[in-house]
């Protein structure tokens, strides 16, 4: 079992949906959730950072973790064909020097 | 965020063949971490490269196969070593823990 599982998709939403995307993970260690957007022939670029459970918002933008059920979620609201893209999540146990595990990602298409 | 540099982009190189990656930083940061991405697959830390010793290389990656250079707080470079076709990846520089973990856009690199 990989630690952090994630759909691949590809997920095909119209323009102004809201999106879901969501990973889970098996290592309880976990304290730190990242989700990262990556473009075609681009690096991944950080969208939220986030630390423990709850919520966390930012522009049309919420992630949300819940530690007891080890899943976390991406909620993209009012899509955009811009949006579209690879979604990654990541984690780690620590803020420190500890590697990231990341999931396989997840191919958005948003349509016009 | 800080702005990372990465050189070259792509490149097509004869097996048996090294490359050498360069990752340059607009800022000093702490730590430095050299990623493998490869087709559908999640992204894999190969080492992280410290400033003034050796890099720290993960399971399965070997100073050998994969030597890092880190002079300074804002410059490294990963060479990859007598290449094979396995190698064809997606290589990403990473920066960290300052403005979250930052990634350089990757070298695309196809071994024939």
């Known amino acids: 079992q990989k630690e952090v599982e994630q759909d691949p998709g590809p997920l095909s939403v119209p323009e102004g949906a809201i999106v879901s995307l969501n990973c889970t993970y098996s290592n309880s260690a976990f304290q730190y959730f990242m989700w990262y957007r990556q473009y075609s022939r681009k690096g991944p670029e950080l969208l939220m950072y986030t630390y423990s459970s709850g919520n966390k918002e930012d522009g049309r933008f919420t992630a949300q973790v819940d530690k007891s059920s080890k899943y976390i979620s991406l909620f993209i609201r009012d899509s955009q064909p811009s949006d579209s893209a690879t979604y990654l999540c990541a984690m780690s146990a620590t803020t420190g020097f500890q590697k990231l595990v990341f999931g396989t990602g997840t191919r958005l298409l948003v349509s016009p | ?40 697959q999640s992204l894999t830390l190969i080492a992280t490269a410290n400033q003034g010793s050796e ?16 002079p ?41």
């Not at chain 2, 399965?60 to 994969?66: A, S």
């Not at chain 2, 990846?89 to 071994?111: D, K």
């Open chain 2, 1 to 40: 965020s800080a702005v990372i540099s990465q050189k070259p982009s792509r490149d097509i190189c004869q097996r048996g063949t090294s490359l050498t990656i360069q990752c340059q930083v607009d800022s000093q940061v702490t730590m430095m971490f050299w990623y493998r991405q490869q087709p559908g």
């Open chain 2, 55 to 70: 890099a720290t290389y993960e399971s399965g990656f070997v100073i050998d196969k994969f030597p890092i250079s880190r």
């Open chain 2, 72 to 112: 300074n707080l804002t410059f490294s470079t990963l060479t990859v070593s007598n290449m094979s076709p396995e190698d064809s990846s997606i290589y990403l520089c990473s920066v960290g823990p300052e403005y979250g973990y930052t990634f350089g856009s990757g070298t695309r690199l196809t071994v024939v």
